[in-house]
C-alpha cells in the first residue's frame, strides 16, 4: 500500500502524531474478521490539541479570498480522483462494500470538492431596503468558526467530504472525529487535503474509540460553533441535547426508514432497476435504503418475483474478489440486528422468497433477502433494517401507500414509481420526508439538497444550502 494510503496516526496541526496516550485500536476486515491496522485511539488531550490548531488557523483560513479556498478544493477533486483506485481499495477493506461501490464511493465524494469549490465563490449576501424606508438591509454570510463533523462508517470518504468541503469553502476549519470502524479512508483523505495545499491546522482528523471523550473535549472549546454529525437519531438527540448547552448550530443527518412505493401503473423494468439501487446501494447499508416496499395490489406478485430473481442472483463475496456484487456488512452487530430482524419478521408471518438465512463466516454476510406477505404492522417496518433486505407489503390503494409511508417518525427519504407524472408529484408532495425519488432509485447528488425531516434530522448537505449550513448570516442595518 502506497504510504499516503497506510496512514494510522492522528493529524493533528498538519501533522501526523501518536495518540499522547501511546494507546491505538484495531481496523477489522469485515470480509475475513482479520486485523487490518492499528490506529492511534485519540483522548482528551489530543481532541484539546486538536481544537486548538483548528482555532489558531481558522482566520487566516477565512482570510483568504475565496477563489484561493476553491482552487484547493478543486485540486483535492483532482488528487482523490488520481487516488480513487487505492482510496476505493481501502474502503473495500475497511468497510466490506464491494470494489466497485467503492469507487463510486470516491467519485462521490471527490464531487463534493468540486462542487462546493464551484460554491465558495458564489457565497452572495443581499441588500434591500425596509418597506417603510427607514433602512437599507445589508444581509452577510460569514464562517461560523470550527466545525466538527463526526461522520459514519458506511461512506467513510463521502460524508467526511461532504461535510469539510463545504466548511473550507465557507472559511471555516474542521476537527474531523471519524467511525472507529473505518478510520483510515478519513486519515488517507487528511492526506489529500494536505497535498492539495490546506494549511496545517485546518482539518485535524481524530480517530478514536472514546466518542464521549472526545466529544466533550472538542465542544469545550468556545470557537468550536457548529457539530455536524451523521449516524442514528439516538446519537444524534444526545449531540443535539449537549450542542444546546452552548447553543451550537447542529446538522443532524440521522436515522431514515425510506418507503418504496410501486403504483400500480408503474413502469416494472424501471421500479426493479430503482429498487435494486435503492436497496442493495453498498450491501443496504445507507440511510436512504428502501426499508419498506409498498406495492399496489395488481403488481404485487410480479414486482416480489422479479426482485427475488434479481437481487438472489447478486454473486456474494469479499468485496475485492472480481465479480463480487454484495458484500460483507460491517460488523458481527450490525450483521446480528439483521438476523434478528429477519427472524422477526416471519415469526410475524413473512415469507422469505429468497435468502432469510445467515451466511457462514469467516466474515459478516448475510444473504440477498426478499420477504412477502408482510403485514403493515411488522415489527421489521418499524426499524431501519441497514442489510440487504426488502419486506414487501400489499397496498390496495396509492391514499394507502401515502398513509403507510408517513406512518413513521423517519422521514429522510422516499421513493415513488409511476407513469403518471402528474400523480407522481401530487405522492411528492403528500410524503412526509426531506428527499423523494420519483421514478429514481438514488437522490444523492453533491448538487442537491440532501436532508430529512422530523426524527431524520435537521439541516441540509450539498447544493447551496449545504455551505449556508457552516455560515452565520448578518445583517447591517444602515442608510445613507
Ligand atoms: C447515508 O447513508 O448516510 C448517506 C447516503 C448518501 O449520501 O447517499
Not at 485511539?41 to 481544537?51: I, L, V
Not at 472525529?177 to 482539518?203: I, N, R, S, Y
Not at 410475524?348 to 422468497?353: D, E, M, P, S, V
Amino acid at each position: 500500500m502506497a504510504e499516503t494510503l497506510s496512514r494510522t496516526d492522528l493529524f493533528i496541526g498538519g501533522e501526523w502524531r501518536p495518540a499522547a496516550s501511546g494507546d491505538r485500536f484495531a481496523v477489522h476486515d469485515p470480509g475475513t474478521e482479520q486485523v487490518i491496522a492499528t490506529v492511534a485511539n485519540a483522548g482528551a488531550s489530543d481532541a484539546r490539541a486538536a481544537t486548538a490548531a483548528a482555532a489558531a488557523t481558522q482566520p487566516a483560513w477565512a482570510a483568504l479570498p475565496p477563489r484561493a479556498r476553491a482552487e484547493i478544493l478543486r485540486r483535492a477533486w483532482e488528487l482523490l480522483t488520481e487516488r480513487a483506485d487505492d482510496l476505493a481499495r481501502l474502503i473495500t477493506l475497511e468497510n466490506g462494500k464491494v470494489f466497485a461501490e467503492a469507487k463510486g464511493e470516491i467519485t462521490y465524494a471527490a464531487e463534493f470538492f468540486r462542487w462546493f469549490s464551484e460554491e465558495a465563490v458564489r457565497l452572495r449576501g443581499e441588500f434591500s431596503t425596509a418597506p417603510g424606508g427607514a433602512n437599507r438591509i445589508l444581509v452577510l454570510h460569514q464562517p461560523v468558526g470550527v466545525a466538527y463533523p463526526i461522520t459514519p462508517w458506511n461512506f467513510p470518504a463521502a460524508m467526511a467530504t461532504r461535510k469539510i468541503a463545504p466548511a473550507l469553502a465557507a472559511g471555516c476549519s474542521v476537527v474531523l472525529k471519524p467511525a472507529t470502524l473505518t478510520p483510515l479512508t478519513a486519515l488517507a483523505l487528511a492526506e489529500v487535503l494536505h497535498d492539495a495545499g490546506v494549511p496545517g491546522g485546518v482539518v485535524n482528523v481524530i480517530p478514536g474509540n472514546q466518542a464521549r471523550v472526545i466529544t466533550n473535549a472538542v465542544l469545550e472549546h468556545e470557537r468550536v460553533r457548529k457539530v455536524s454529525f451523521t449516524g442514528s437519531t439516538e446519537v444524534g438527540r444526545m449531540l443535539i441535547a449537549q450542542a444546546a448547552e452552548r447553543v451550537l448550530n447542529v446538522s443532524m443527518e440521522l436515522g431514515g426508514n425510506a418507503p418504496f412505493i410501486v403504483l400500480a401503473d408503474a413502469d416494472l423494468d424501471a421500479a426493479i432497476e430503482g429498487a435494486m439501487i435503492a436497496k442493495m446501494r453498498h450491501n443496504g447499508e445507507t440511510c436512504t435504503a428502501a426499508n419498506r416496499f409498498y406495492v399496489e395490489a395488481p403488481v404485487a406478485a410480479e414486482f416480489s418475483q422479479r426482485l427475488a430473481q434479481a437481487m438472489g442472483a447478486l454473486p456474494t463475496g469479499h468485496g475485492l474478489e472480481p465479480g463480487s456484487r454484495l458484500g460483507p456488512l460491517v460488523d458481527a452487530t450490525t450483521r446480528d440486528t439483521v438476523v434478528a430482524l429477519v427472524d422477526e419478521a416471519v415469526r410475524a408471518g413473512a415469507k422469505a422468497i429468497v435468502g432469510g438465512s445467515v451466511l457462514e463466516g469467516p466474515g459478516f454476510y448475510y444473504p440477498a433477502t426478499v420477504l412477502t406477505d408482510v403485514a403493515p404492522d411488522n415489527p421489521i417496518l418499524q426499524e431501519e433494517i441497514f442489510g440487504p433486505v426488502a419486506p414487501i407489503v400489499t397496498v390496495a390503494d396509492t391514499a394507502e401507500a401515502i398513509r403507510l409511508a408517513n406512518s413513521t417518525t423517519m422521514g429522510l427519504v422516499s421513493y415513488v414509481y409511476t407513469r403518471d407524472l402528474a400523480k407522481g408529484l401530487r405522492v411528492a408532495e403528500a410524503l412526509e420526508s426531506g428527499m423523494v425519488g420519483l421514478n429514481k432509485g438514488i437522490v444523492s447528488d453533491p448538487a442537491a439538497p440532501f436532508g430529512g425531516m422530523k426524527e431524520s434530522g435537521l439541516g441540509r448537505e450539498g447544493g447551496h444550502e449545504g455551505m449556508l449550513d457552516y455560515t452565520e448570516t448578518k445583517y447591517v442595518a444602515t442608510d445613507w
